[in-house]
């Protein structure tokens, strides 16, 4: 279950069309460039509504990704390195989306960073497999993630804004 | 006052200083056990004296429970997730003297496991696998053993992976004879039950609920019994209701208790499979809150969604029909697939009613078992699909970073 936002968003991101994942030799590079088509999609849907929130990059055969992800509160903007690799068995799983800097600091977290999904996310995936990809996951996993957690962890002090961390750590 | 990158230095200082310690300790330990070590056992015993750790195992003959409890030592296991139950499993295999045992982990030793069995706080900071051995090779010289350090589930990793479960017998460049799951990720079973299909690799799946107030375990032969990819992942019902569960704040906890028993039900039914004594249990599942322990047998889909699954299913029942009848006694209730009558699919719901209408069908499955969620039938209306583009991946790629 995802709230009427997310929802909205999600329904905006293409589907993907070819059922593969990166052990498949022939049909591996279709899938990453439909990965890309609906990642860049989703991004300029962000930007046209005034909520960009992420950027995400692979290495070129597409088993790494890495990027940033940020989150506005209160007017000031807090910036995360994120990272992960495809498991063989993408697209049928999804990927472990860490993002290690806040490693240690949540519960809502497993070891190395890799952040704690609802339990709802697991049946939407496996519902919605091959056929959701990587921007998905990005609406459906790290987004709803990073809107719950930030904002508890800045309240508790445990993520302070680069530019203020005296301020911040005072409050 | 120190500046942050003082300070840091100073951390780096003493981390390095940390480990010249633990080295220094770890030498010394070794130094001290070498001299504690029993030396190798060539013959299991069945002599009852002190000095023989195989007595009472050996017993197990005398005793008319099995037949032949030497041929334990001819035996590879691999165990896949050396935590929670993993390393109970593994020490368990070591004392019964099992020929073998293939250790795979990525993750440290953490002060937060010590709330489980098997690990001891001086091992903080050093790899499972590398931890375990060093246990293991203690507690029993006899046992071989490989360890690989790291997850399984990526490209590289996995190829590694299928090339050591394919060859790294006990006799090298034979297959082990059997695969323990006992990770904690369902990316990581998959990547289990990918690999077994493709080498048509007999394995067993074990698990902890994210409560810890249910386990299960499950005996998968690919072709013949579901894979994990047959059905949505199986769960224990624990009778909880899921309006008292808070989830709030937390991923999952975890009891010593509910792994040891888990870890227990599943060095039974290796050994039961292994030495051919009792019945092996196809699944078996362990329910905490009422002590409930339910069990059946299910077979392979045919609509599986692995296509090596559905090709070991076509070649099991090609050698059925190859071999002589022989009179089958059903023992257990057998769940029959309904034919993918899946309800309709929605991208996500909002509402509980949205989530009813998009699930599936539950399958037939005895008292106490259930499945974590249902899959709707393949739907082609769905929403838009990404569309033909006449731009390469480099250009795409460019194009991202551009953004
Ligand atoms: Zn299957």
Known sequence: ?171 | MATVEELKLRVRELENELIKCKQKQCAVEDAHSQALNRPKIDKMSAEVVDSNPYSRLMALKRMGIVDDYEKIRTFTVAVVGVGGVGSVTAEMLTRCGIGKLLLFDYDKVELANMNRLFFQPHQAGLSKVEAAEHTLRNINPDVLFETHNYNITTMENFTHFMDRISHGGLEEGKPVDLILSCVDNFEARMAINTACNELGQIWMESGVSENAVSGHIQLIIPGETACFACAPPLVVAANIDEKTLKREGVCAASLPTTMGVVAGLLVQNVLKYLLKFGTVSYYLGYNAMQDFFPSMAMKANPQCNDRHCRRQQEEYKKKEAEQPKVEVVQEEEEVVHEDNEWGIELVSEVTDEELKAASGVVPDLPEGITVAYTIPTEDTTGGDTVEETEQSLEDLMAQMRKL
């Open chain 1, 1 to 171: 279950m995802a709230d009427e936002a997310t929802r909205r968003a999600v329904s905006q991101i293409p589907l993907l069309k070819t059922h593969a994942g990166p052990r498949d030799r022939a049909l591996w590079p279709q899938r990453l460039k439909e990965e890309y088509q609906a990642l860049i999609r989703f991004v300029e849907q962000n930007k046209a509504a005034d909520n960009d929130w992420f950027r995400l990059e692979s290495n070129a055969d597409g088993t790494r990704w890495t990027g940033t992800c940020w989150f506005i509160h209160e007017l000031l903007r807090y910036e995360f390195r994120l990272e992960f690799d495809l498991p063989v068995t993408y697209p049928d799983t999804a990927p472990e989306v860490a993002v290690p800097e806040l490693d240690g600091k949540t519960a809502k977290m497993y070891r190395g960073g890799k952040i704690c999904l609802t339990e709802h996310f697991a049946p939407l995936w496996a519902r919605n497999a091959p056929r959701f990809g990587l921007a998905h996951l990005m609406a459906l996993g790290l987004g709803p993630w990073l809107a719950v957690e930030i904002p508890d962890l800045i309240s508790k002090g445990l993520v302070v804004h680069k530019e203020r961390p005296r301020e911040a750590a005072a409050e």
